[in-house]
């Protein structure tokens, strides 16, 4: 992500690799202020270059054993390390089979190159509201542990993402896992941004849906990202799809409550009339394929 | 503070002395003398100063030396073998995959690990493939050409 500045070198700070998560955390207790966590670098080297951040201590924490996990226990759910990266998201088989709206953000991130570096806790650390993460994990109602030498705290991602480029992040804590709890029997879900391809997306949704055809049994999810400056569910809007009813009537009643809740913001990529068109279109899209299959 | 660094480049191992805030794509260029790796937009986005660590494409302008250590990287002069050009370089000369040739390490190293790990790549996949590298001269046509050609050889080499 570029701001266009001119520097393109990167300012002088103490490169750290610690061993173990204690020294991880000891470091931040010390130095928590004027230090910055290291994986995969998409974001951090990225910023140091354009000034966003010059901090005196860069602890890389790729050398820990199992930082890097992905491992599914089924009937518990997903858990993932802080350095696991996009690729490996993406290629892992449970994610495939069961968390699809993942499995499309992880494969969707920019391209193999930025995909084999980048890491999903970065990608939620860099909080910028296009980010392929904060949707689809919003969606599954998945949670990150942050520890520090006092604490340990639990935060869902909507909870953690405070705004644009802002996060509930304290300067002595780092994130230890992303865990993501079972999806709801026999569903299936999806994720879409308006662009596959494009730095500034502007509409991310992750849809989920199980039970399509019985509506007494039927569960939708909706998860916004990038249409506002934090990742969002609906409830009020996923309630309504549990009345029996034709799929395009009930859409039509849900689709205000959505553009309600999610209130579209005018800015330099585009504006809320814009946005709000995309939401619709793009929400009816993806609820047609889980409902219908098409 | 500098640093010691060891790491595998092309076959060979390096110890190379690095401060905390180098980046591998200088390291490569300035202390390695590898000049294919290119530094055209510093800022991940061109994709030129793609190389290969431990066998996985990333953007070396995006990772600082000092991370690399212990690491094993290629590039493009480490895929010729006894001065033999590898299939992926002959189809990419055979079809005139490139103008100017200064992003064609990039493209070379990408399209030989995308064939290496699938070389039954549809054409959409190859574009989706390679879209994180640019291309000024816009020979995008003929760089899918080459990998198309090459596929083979990697069908061929794979168990």
Known sequence: ?294 | MPLEINLKVNGKDEKVIVKDNELLLDVLRDKLQLKSVKASCWRGECGLCTVLLNGAPVKSCLILAAEVEGGEVTTVEGLSKDGVLSPIQKAFVENGALQCGFCTPAFVLLSHHLLAINPDMSEEEIREGISGLICRCGAYKQIVSAIKAAAPSYKASSP
């Open chain 1, 1 to 294: 992500m570029s701001f266009g500045s001119p520097y393109l070198t990167l300012p002088e700070f103490q490169y750290i690799r610690p061993k173990s998560l204690q020294e991880i955390l000891e470091l931040l207790d010390r130095h928590g202020e004027e230090a910055r966590i290291l994986a995969g670098g998409v974001a951090l080297i990225s910023f140091m270059k354009e000034r966003l951040v010059a901090p005196t201590y860069v602890i890389d924490i790729k050398a820990l054993k199992g930082f890097n996990r992905i491992e599914h226990t089924p009937g518990k759910g997903l858990s993932i390390g802080p350095t696991t990266t996009m690729t490996e998201i993406a290629a892992y088989e449970p994610v495939k089979q069961r968390y699809g709206a993942l499995h499309d953000a992880a494969s969707l991130v920019g391209d193999i190159t930025l995909r084999n570096r980048a890491t999903l806790v970065g990608n939620i650390c860099e909080a910028l509201p296009w980010n392929d993460g904060l949707a689809s994990l919003t969606l599954f109602d998945a949670q990150l542990t942050l520890k520090s030498l006092q604490s340990e705290r639990l935060l869902r991602v909507e909870e953690f993402i405070k705004g644009i480029m802002e996060t509930d992040l304290r300067p002595d804590e780092v994130i230890t896992s992303i865990r993501i709890p079972e999806p709801p029997e026999n569903s299936r879900s999806i994720y879409v941004k308006t662009t596959s391809r494009s730095e500034f997306s502007i509409a991310n949704i992750g849809a989920l849906v199980s039970n399509p055809k019985t509506p007494k049994k039927r569960l939708v999810r909706l998860a916004y990202a990038a249409a506002a400056p934090t990742p969002i569910r609906v409830p009020e809007a996923e309630e309504v799809f549990r009345r029996p009813g034709k799929l395009s009537d009930l859409m039509d009643e849900a689709m205000p409550i959505i553009i309600e809740k999610v209130a579209p913001m005018t800015d330099m990529h585009a504006s809320s009339e814009y946005r709000t068109h995309l939401i619709d279109i793009l929400t009816r899209k993806v609820l047609k394929e889980l409902m219908e299959g098409k």
